[in-house]
């Protein structure tokens, strides 16, 4: 069944809303302070089980992220961030969420810490040690 240009034109408001809308290509990242944390409190509060696991980080699929920001306060390491305030120095993680989710298994129940977690929060430059 197609939809009749009546139907059509009724719905082109909420066409032209979404597709103005500025927040339709954002998604949620996690940056590089995840890595070698990977707390994983973040995973529980997501509706759309869009994060992805390695071995050391995690990584948020931009396709499915609903943009809820649900996981930003639950992470202890504050490495999520809203794509458009990602910080300058770590805009390469956009695309490494993008990629990586897309061949990392979904993540939805929380697990363990690495065991050295605590030790490795706040460290800076710890691009080097992401496993993938
Ligand atoms: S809670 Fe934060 S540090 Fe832990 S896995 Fe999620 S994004 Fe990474
Ligand atoms: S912003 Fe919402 S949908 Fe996106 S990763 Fe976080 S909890 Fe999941």
Redesign the pocket.
């Known amino acids: 069944m197609s939809l009749g240009n009546s139907c059509l034109s009724s719905l082109a408001p909420l066409i032209k809303f979404f597709s103005n809308h500025p927040k339709r290509k954002m ?2 990242v996690v940056t590089e302070n995840c890595i070698k944390c990977k707390f994983t409190d ?1 995973v529980e ?7 992805h696991e390695g071995a050391n980080f995690l990584a ?2 931009p396709d ?9 306060p639950e992470c202890p390491a504050e490495a ?1 961030f ?1 794509e458009d305030d990602v910080p300058d120095g770590q805009r390469k993680f956009i695309v490494l969420n993008a990629t990586l989710a897309k061949v990392w298994p979904v993540i939805a129940v929380r697990r363990e810490p690495l065991a050295d977690a605590d030790q490795w929060n706040g460290t800076p430059d710890k691009l080097d040690q992401l496993v993938h």
């Open positions: 998604a949620y973040c509060v997501c509706p759309v089980d869009c994060f948020i699929d499915e992220c609903i943009d809820c920001a649900l996981c930003v999520i809203a």
